[in-house]
């Protein structure tokens, strides 16, 4: 099963594209465009999609509003396109930081949800995570916003397997 994660921007996205299968990522950007995500849908057709929900997390100033607006209706008419190829569903940052268990922790949320992730690839004394680029791990090349799109899937696929 392929799962593409979103976590939207008012105009660049960070994706990744999840083979949880074979556990390693396929492909990622830090700023995928529109024109980037139809042609990769197209290309992959993956089988379930996850997009962020962008949800207000405490007090908020003016300058952010407008762009979290922005970033909402861009999520909303991703989701809208999508949905007519493949399972789309969306989590709020919340609730990927709790499915990924690190809700609470030192650090900004980011760098826990990008910790996370990479906790939950490695293996004593198995390959790192991440790796160079002459021995790749499984999230090789995943970086920026692209870390947080991975989380979406993670936190997706570890929901189903909460008692």
Known sequence: MRALGIDPGPTTHGAVLYDAVERRVVWSSKAATRTDLYE?????????????????????????????????????????????????????RREVLRHLGVLSGKGAADSRVRAACIADHEVPGG?????????????????????????????????????
């Open 40 to 92: 990769l849908v197209d290309a992959y057709a993956p089988d379930l999609v996850v997009i962020e929900r962008p949800a207000a997390m405490g007090a908020i100033g003016s300058g952010v509003v407008g762009h979290m607006l922005d970033t909402a209706w861009t999520a909303g008419a991703l989701s809208d396109w999508l949905a007519d190829h493949a399972t789309v569903h969306t989590m709020t």
């Open 127 to 163: 390959m790192p995570a991440v790796g160079r680029k002459g021995s790749p791990g499984p999230l090789y090349g995943v970086s920026s916003h692209a870390w947080q799109a991975l989380g979406l899937v993670l936190a997706f696929l570890n929901k189903g397997k909460e008692p």
